[in-house]
């Protein structure tokens, strides 16, 4: 069983807010990532990072910010949320893969309504 | 640009029967892997099963089997003897040798059991 936490699990907040979405894992993989998802629909990669201090951009753009500054925990940031950052914001982390399987362990997910 | 495809939109089966979840994808690595992930109403992830490119044997865990044919890109998942616990969302995706070694997910299938 993965151990990857996110808080909060849902969060209604008005425009123009500024947010955090707290990502943490406890399994000492390096490579985190940031996925979006709207209902019904595909994962999107927003974010990723091999380690601590790297972070890259995934394939969908995104108005959101990350950082790694320690292993365990790669939050989101936005910071000013508009309506169309509502959706689901999934955490994942792996292992480091080389070419190893690297499969992906996922958090519960956080579902933010911009009102 | 890697792409996978899920055809199956939605599935309804009644419990006790076998279902395929077909997946395709689009590749031009000759080394890769592939996994399935299963999405509940709860909204987490939670990882099935991996398959590498280089091992064609098609193996069975339990109620879960899967059939990999490299020649035509297909990555079908079985269950056998669906519960309704196994109503979810079924997501296919391949992780390619890029640079970056990515998950690219497909659209899923919605896979409903009735009791």
């Known amino acids: 069983e993965a151990d990857i936490y996110q808080t909060p699990r849902y969060l209604v907040i008005g425009t123009g807010k500024k947010i955090t979405l707290e990502c943490s894992q406890t399994?000492?993989?390096?490579?985190m990532y940031w996925y979006q998802q709207d209902p019904g629909m595909e994962l999107h990669l927003i974010h990723y990072s091999y380690g601590v201090n790297s972070t890259e951009k995934g394939d969908l753009s995104s108005e959101s910010t990350v950082s790694r500054i320690r292993t365990e925990h790669f939050p989101l940031t936005l910071e000013s949320a508009r309506p169309s950052h509502t959706s689901q914001y999934l955490c994942?982390?792996?292992?480091?893969?080389?070419?190893?399987?690297?499969?992906?362990?996922f958090g519960p997910g956080t579902r933010l309504t911009v009102t | 640009a890697q792409k996978v495809t899920q055809a199956q939109t939605e599935i309804s089966v009644v419990e006790k029967e076998d279902v395929t979840l077909d997946c395709v994808y689009e590749t031009r690595d000759t080394t890769y892997y592939l996994f399935w992930y299963k999405q509940p109403p709860s909204g987490e992830l939670v990882f099935l099963i991996r398959?590498?490119?280089?091992?064609?044997q098609n193996e069975i865990s339990g109620r879960y089997s899967w059939n990999f044919q490299k020649s035509t890109s297909s990555f079908n998942f079985t269950i056998t003897a669906s519960q309704v616990v196994d109503s979810a969302v079924y997501f296919c995706?391949?992780?390619?040798?890029?640079?970056?070694?990515?998950?690219?997910f497909g659209s899923g299938t919605q896979l409903t059991v009735l009791p």
């Open positions: 995706a391949p992780r390619m040798s890029g640079s970056a070694r990515q998950l690219t």
């Open positions: 994942a982390s792996s292992e480091w893969d080389g070419f190893s399987s690297g499969e992906q362990y």
């Open positions: 399994m000492g993989h390096d490579k």
């Open positions: 398959r590498n490119s280089f091992d064609e």
